[in-house]
Antibody, heavy 118, light 112 residues
Framework: EVQLVESGGGLVKPGSSLKLSCVAS????????MHWIRQAPKKGLEWIALIYYDSSNKYYADSVKGRFTISRDNSKNTLYLEMNSLRSEDTAMYYC???????????WGQGTLVTVSS | DVVLTQTPPTLSATIGQSVSISCRSSQSLLDSDGDTYLNWLLQRPGQSPQLLIYSVSNLESGVPNRFSGSGSETDFTLKISGVEAEDLGVYYC?????????FGSGTKLEIK
């Protein structure tokens, strides 16, 4: 069974840092690009970052560029999102996902909630 | 960034009714490689999104064949042929042809 399990969310103050993790199982994690996508409360979906299967390329949404860093450890089947200089507008559910853009077989985690508030 | 405009924003259907959702793109989603990277997702209440359709018309594994996708360039449609109770939720289109990847604003399907 495929699973993506996010962790690391919580309540933090503006300007703080947080590191999210996503542990993958049930598929060959090291063969696929992975994404972080977020969803603000009662809002739609926003793509925020992509990392290639071998970490050779990383891409970010303008809204997080320079503040967030995506990384992965294929030996641990784990995807990370390091978030710095957090703002209230970063408050959202954060999902890791294999999107299956070209071949299907998409997987999403259950999400981890990040709340940025003073 | 590519803007995806979904209509209608909300949809109310009875069980067994067929419905369609439109997704219009601000730019052609035909990639230089000949493929069109337009996907459809469903987010049921309280759940993570799930992929229904990829590359316009390909059914994701395990998704019932009452779901179908069509379209080209800038105009795309998701059709549900015979709505079932489990189909309620918010439907999103998503494009991956142009960076950054973007989503439509969603269509909420309610069951009468």
């Amino acid at each position: 069974e495929v699973q993506l399990v996010e962790s690391g969310g919580g309540l933090v103050k503006p300007g703080s840092s947080l590191k999210l993790s996503c542990v993958a199982s049930g598929f060959t994690f090291s063969s696929y690009g992975m994404h972080w996508i977020r969803q603000a409360p009662k809002k739609g979906l926003e793509w925020i970052a992509l990392i290639y299967y071998d970490s050779s390329n990383k891409y970010y949404a303008d809204s997080v560029k320079g503040r967030f860093t995506i990384s992965r450890d294929n030996s641990k089947n784990t995807l990370y999102l390091e978030m710095n200089s957090l703002r209230s507008e970063d408050t959202a559910m954060y999902y890791c996902a294999k999107l299956g853009i070209t071949t299907g077989f998409a997987y999403w985690g259950q999400g981890t909630l990040v709340t940025v508030s003073s | 960034d590519v803007v995806l405009t979904q209509t209608p924003p909300t949809l109310s259907a009875t069980i067994g009714q067929s419905v369609s959702i439109s997704c219009r793109s601000s730019q052609s989603l035909l990639d230089s490689d000949g493929d069109t990277y337009l996907n459809w997702l469903l987010q049921r209440p309280g759940q993570s999104p799930q992929l229904l359709i990829y590359s316009v018309s390909n059914l994701e594994s395990g998704v019932p064949n009452r779901f179908s996708g069509s379209g080209s360039e800038t105009d795309f449609t998701l059709k549900i042929s015979g709505v079932e109770a489990e189909d309620l939720g918010v439907y999103y289109c998503m494009q991956a042809t142009h960076a950054p990847l973007t989503f439509g604003s969603g269509t909420k399907l309610e069951i009468k």
